[in-house]
T-cell receptor
Framework: DSGVTQTPKHLITATGQRVTLRCSPRSGDLSVYWYQQSLDQGLQFLIQYYNGEERAKGNILERFSAQQFPDLHSELNLSSLELGDSALYFC????????????FGEGSRLTVL | AQSVTQLGSHVSVSEGALVLLRCNYSSSVPPYLFWYVQYPNQGLQLLLKYTSAATLVKGINGFEAEFKKSETSFHLTKPSAHMSDAAEYFCAVTLPGRGADGLTFGKGTHLIIQP
């Protein structure tokens, strides 16, 4: 158990819809990272928050957005969903930012039909 | 920008045989290097990391990796494979001071263990 909690574990929705994925980091971790994993693209970094502020942006689509709340949990919002958005979405948290060690949740599997 | 290349998307070994998963990196300065493992239906977890101390790094579950600057490599090895080692393995790189912010993952190597 990494200490990072993600909900929901599975989500099935239709094209054009909007979903929200939730992440609770390990106790004491200020940084939250979102990754997308798919068979064709591999593991792609989407966005990072540190103590409520956006810190880094990766390959995140404009249809996607995220935020980190004062209690440090984070949400990833995916809108106008397309078939190609079907993937495993991981949240990770970090405390020791200087070493690069990440603790991953078990992921949210999104299926868009 | 730094990057890693994992040679072989799939590697198959027999139970009890040597495991060798290859990773080569590209970086303008000495990097920090990591191996993560992803078991089926789970998130990634850290196997081991190199952060400029000893070049031979020992990790969990009997795995180790050696940083070779002359070869720009950080290959992962285990002397004797076990069925429970079947998983996806990711090599990752970042720069000192960048930490997890600059972490870049390879495409992964799927390790198959034959009985």
């Amino acid at each position: 158990d990494s200490g990072v909690t993600q909900t929901p574990k599975h989500l099935i929705t239709a094209t054009g819809q909007r979903v929200t994925l939730r992440c609770s980091p390990r106790s004491g971790d200020l940084s939250v990272y979102w990754y997308q994993q798919s068979l064709d693209q591999g593991l792609q970094f989407l966005i990072q928050y540190y103590n409520g502020e956006e810190r880094a942006k990766g390959n995140i689509l404009e249809r996607f957005s995220a935020q980190q709340f004062p209690d440090l949990h984070s949400e990833l919002n995916l809108s106008s969903l397309e078939l190609g958005d079907s993937a495993l979405y991981f949240c990770a948290s970090s405390r020791a930012e200087d070493t690069g060690e990440l603790f991953f949740g078990e992921g949210s599997r999104l299926t868009v039909l | 920008a730094q990057s890693v290349t994992q040679l072989g998307s799939h590697v198959s070994v027999s139970e009890g045989a040597l495991v060798l998963l290859r990773c080569n990196y590209s970086s303008s300065v000495p990097p920090y290097l990591f191996w993560y493992v992803q078991y089926p239906n789970q998130g990634l977890q850290l196997l081991l990391k190199y952060t400029s101390a000893a070049t031979l790094v020992k990790g969990i579950n009997g795995f180790e990796a050696e940083f070779k600057k002359s070869e720009t490599s950080f290959h992962l090895t285990k002397p004797s494979a076990h069925m429970s080692d079947a998983a996806e393995y990711f090599c990752a790189v970042t720069l000192p001071g960048r930490g997890a912010d600059g972490l870049t993952f390879g495409k992964g190597t799927h390790l198959i263990i034959q009985p």
